[in-house]
């Protein structure tokens, strides 16, 4: 059966974790994936190697920048 | 239907679970740099290495569910489903068995850990938080292969390693070690499939109920080798 290498759509989300409950959340890498669920899968298994408290994804298309290196202001 | 159906104990069903685990984390490691993206090759490996664990934990509570219906040790006991008898062609079979084996496994698991065995009730219940992302993965690429044939086998193999009605496993679920029996176990699968067609006429009479299975055959003795860890053996200094 043929597949492609790739997906046709893809979204990137930005994966936030901490290890303890008194960490704030930082960002810990990025997936890139069709949908939701297999992001959360990506993270997960991408992720994993620490022992996090809590791990969470964002779109990257929902986070609104104030600012960023090389811009205006 | 046979009478010794009802009689095999949950040691059996346990046994099974922890051979098809340790089997299928066996094969999705296989994909761990043959998937079709960077991401899905490390979800292969850290799903691998889930179920190996998986199938540890399962094996190490063996000793308290009593005794074996029969030998245990050798490939023809193996008792895995046919599915897994050899390593997978195509991403699409790694799809189908993400998507239906591990999830049929998961049920089981599920059932185990509510029922009232309570070496398993303590032990199962993490194994389910892990069997989590599997479902999502398993989930997502169904809607991005044509799996086919190889979700129509997956599925006929899963309903066939649940068991036939009436039988263990429902004799199982009335004795509360189960909190599920055949025909929960049928329809939550079915659930997890969202809208594909369920196998029909289900064939019993070539069916072992110690394997879980109809079609004859199963692992190679090589294959048997590697997953005892007797293969390790070989490189091993000799002792003086």
């Known amino acids: 059966m043929r597949y492609t290498r790739v997906h046709t759509d893809v979204y990137e989300y930005q994966v936030f974790a901490r290890k303890t409950r008194v960490d704030p959340l930082h960002q810990v890498g990025s997936v890139v994936a069709p949908d939701d669920d297999l992001a959360m899968a990506y993270a997960r298994a991408t992720y994993d190697e620490e022992r996090w408290v809590e791990m969470m994804i964002v779109p990257k298309a929902a986070v609104i920048s104030l600012w960023a290196p090389g811009g205006d202001s | 239907m046979g009478a010794g ?5 949950l040691y059996s069903l346990v046994k099974s679970l922890a051979d098809n685990k340790q089997l299928l984390g066996m094969r999705y490691a296989e994909w761990c740099i043959a998937a079709p993206t960077l991401e899905a090759d490390i979800a292969a490996a850290a799903m691998g290495l889930d179920d190996i664990g998986h199938s540890r934990v399962l094996y190490g509570s063996l000793r308290e569910l009593g005794t074996p219906d029969g030998a245990v040790d050798d490939a ?87 068991g036939p009605e009436n039988g263990d496993v429902d004799e199982l679920h009335r004795g509360g070690q189960l909190v599920h029996g055949v025909r929960d176990l049928r329809r939550l699968l079915e659930e997890r499939l969202e809208g594909q067609a369920a196998p029909t006429a289900l064939e019993w009479g070539s069916w072992e109920p110690i394997r879980r299975r109809t079609r004859a055959g199963g692992i190679d003795q090589a294959t048997l080798e590697m997953l005892q860890g007797l293969a390790e053996k070989r490189y091993m200094p000799a002792s003086g």
């Not at chain 2, 159906?5 to 104990?9: H, K, N, T």
């Not at chain 2, 850990?113 to 993965?137: C, D, F, I, P, W």
């Open chain 2, 5 to 9: 159906w009802r009689q095999l104990s």
């Open chain 2, 76 to 162: 023809e006991n193996y008792a895995n489903v046919p599915y897994l008898d050899r390593p997978w062609t195509e991403w699409a079979e790694f799809v189908a068995a993400n998507a239906v084996l591990d999830n049929a496994f998961t049920l089981m698991i599920e059932a185990l850990a509510n029922g009232n065995v309570e070496v398993l009730r303590s032990r199962l219940k993490k194994m389910l938080q892990e069997e989590r992302y599997h479902t999502l993965h398993g989930r997502s690429w169904m809607h991005e292969v044509n799996t086919g044939p190889a979700l129509a086998r997956a599925w006929r193999e899963s309903l066939e390693w649940i």
